[in-house]
T-cell receptor, first 113, second 112 residues
Framework: DGGITQSPKYLFRKEGQNVTLSCEQNLNHDAMYWYRQDPGQGLRLIYY???????QKGDIAEGYSVSREKKESFPLTVTSAQKNPTAFYLC????????????FGPGTRLLVL | AQSVTQLDSQVPVFEEAPVELRCNYS??????LFWYVQYPNQGLQLLLKYLSGSTLVESINGFEAEFNKSQTSFHLRKPSVHISDTAEYFC??????????FGSGTKLNVKP
């Protein structure tokens, strides 16, 4: 059954700690994306990757980092530099650059202790 | 800067009543338009999309949206809602290569 998986569903971060959110897809999609969702603000793009070993900053990349070593995986690290990390994080993928439809994972909720 | 506006943050409606969720976008250049639905603590699911051709597009569960280029709108409608339609709905626009813009969302609350 093809799809996008994100883990964990809930994640807790201590002050000064880096945490990594997992995103895996078995749809054979080239492009992958990370969004942050805050109440009343919709989705904001953090990073996106059009192909393996390549990624670009989105609108709110500060305090985040990504890697794209494999086609099916696009992990997001929330660093200690991100001062307000509490949010719902959504990963998405599309067939390729220019493909108009994005498919979303179930999300990870990050909370700060 | 490009933007997507969903004017109504919340829309309460009784079951079997009609509903319209409004979406306007900022540019009249060629765009692709989408509506996504999100149930609590879940990701977004594609509801319907406009790419080209007929300006009226439909989903499998009775929703429809009409692309109006002159008014830069893509309002979502359903003639008779069900309790199960209670969710948050997001309008999205793709202007540039791989760049999507999302509205702030509209929470549809269907009451019995």
């Amino acid at each position: 059954d093809g799809g996008i998986t994100q883990s964990p569903k809930y994640l807790f971060r201590k002050e000064g700690q880096n945490v990594t959110l997992s995103c895996e897809q078995n749809l054979n999609h080239d492009a992958m994306y990370w969004y942050r969702q805050d109440p009343g603000q919709g989705l904001r793009l953090i990073y996106y990757s059009q192909i393996v070993n390549d990624f670009q900053k989105g609108d709110i990349a500060e305090g985040y980092s990504v890697s794209r070593e494999k086609k099916e995986s696009f992990p997001l690290t929330v660093t200690s530099a991100q001062k307000n990390p509490t949010a719902f994080y959504l990963c998405a993928s599309s067939i390729g650059p220019g493909e108009e439809t994005q498919y979303f994972g179930p999300g990870t909720r990050l909370l700060v202790l | 800067a490009q933007s997507v506006t969903q004017l109504d943050s919340q829309v309460p409606v009784f079951e079997e009543a009609p509903v319209e969720l409004r979406c306007n976008y900022s540019s009249s250049v060629s765009v692709y338009l989408f509506w996504y639905v999100q149930y609590p603590n879940q990701g977004l699911q594609l509801l319907l999309k406009y790419l080209s051709g007929s300006t009226l597009v439909e989903s499998i569960n009775g929703f429809e949206a009409e692309f109006n280029k002159s008014q830069t709108s893509f309002h979502l409608r359903k003639p008779s809602v069900h309790i199960s339609d209670t969710a948050e709905y997001f309008c999205a626009v793709r202007y540039n290569f791989n760049k999507f813009y999302f509205g702030s969302g509209t929470k549809l609350n269907v009451k019995p």
